[in-house]
């Protein structure tokens, strides 16, 4: 099946410093991302829907000014989460659209766990 | 009330067992349907789509039943290595999915 890489998989950070992921569709082009996240012990939450060349939308609840979406191309997404705080540590995951055969099918990144000090 | 809920469980079975899962869904508009599998600590994959007459891989069997908005997975003849997180997914007819929280398995010797 398609890969999506996510970058980095793991990093932690002092509360109140911004942080990058990036998830990149290996050998296929992605016509959407998706970023979720994912606490423990709780099922996998949609933030944000980002096609490539425009704005993201965010699902209810998210802030857009905090999480920072920029899909600058067909093949990479970035999430920055800006000012992180304790309780925005979790396990982020993408997942890009448009390798499969099926319109709908999604294929995830391995995630990134950030843990905010 | 959860668009998409499934029995956390977890669900502990010998191996060689048959077990099956429960997932009810909340959104009569919906018009795909996965099971993903989800270990620790790792992105969930897909296992397989469900499909309205029921479809079956190997030892997984779907079932998808649109009157009562409710799917199933069965597995058979269980093995250690299908210890896992089970995700029951639907998709919102704007084409995002929507996961339910998962049934654990743990299969022991």
């Known amino acids: 099946g398609a890969v999506v890489s996510q970058h980095p998989s793991r990093v932690i950070c002092k509360s109140g410093t911004s942080v990058k992921i990036e998830c990149r569709s290996l050998?296929?082009?992605?016509?959407?991302m998706f970023w979720y996240r994912q606490f423990p012990k709780q099922s996998l939450m949609l933030m944000a829907t980002s096609n490539e060349g425009s704005k993201a939308t965010y699902e209810q609840g998210v802030e857009k000014d905090k999480f920072l979406i920029n899909h600058a191309s067909l093949t990479l997404s970035t999430l920055t989460v800006t000012s992180a705080h304790p309780e925005d540590s979790s396990f982020y995951i993408c997942?890009?659209?448009?390798?499969?055969?099926?319109?709908?099918?999604?294929?995830f990144g391995p995630g990134t766990r950030l843990t905010v000090l | 009330r959860k668009e998409v809920e499934q029995d956390p469980g977890p669900f502990n079975v010998p191996e060689g067992a048959t077990v099956a899962f429960n997932c009810t869904y909340s959104?009569?508009?919906?018009?795909?349907f996965f099971w993903y599998r989800q270990d620790c600590r790792k992105e969930p994959k897909l296992l397989m789509s469900?499909?309205?007459s029921g479809n079956e891989d190997g030892r997984f069997t779907a079932q998808l039943n649109r009157a009562s908005q409710y799917i199933s997975l069965l597995i058979r003849d269980s093995k250690l290595s299908d210890s896992a997180t089970y995700l029951c997914v639907v998709n919102r007819p704007t084409d995002k999915l929507i996961f339910g929280t998962g049934t654990r398995l743990q299969v022991f010797p």
């Open positions: 050998d296929f082009q992605a016509t959407t």
């Open positions: 997942s890009a659209r448009g390798g499969g055969l099926a319109p709908d099918e999604q294929f």
């Open positions: 959104n009569s508009a919906s018009q795909s």
């Open positions: 469900v499909y309205s």
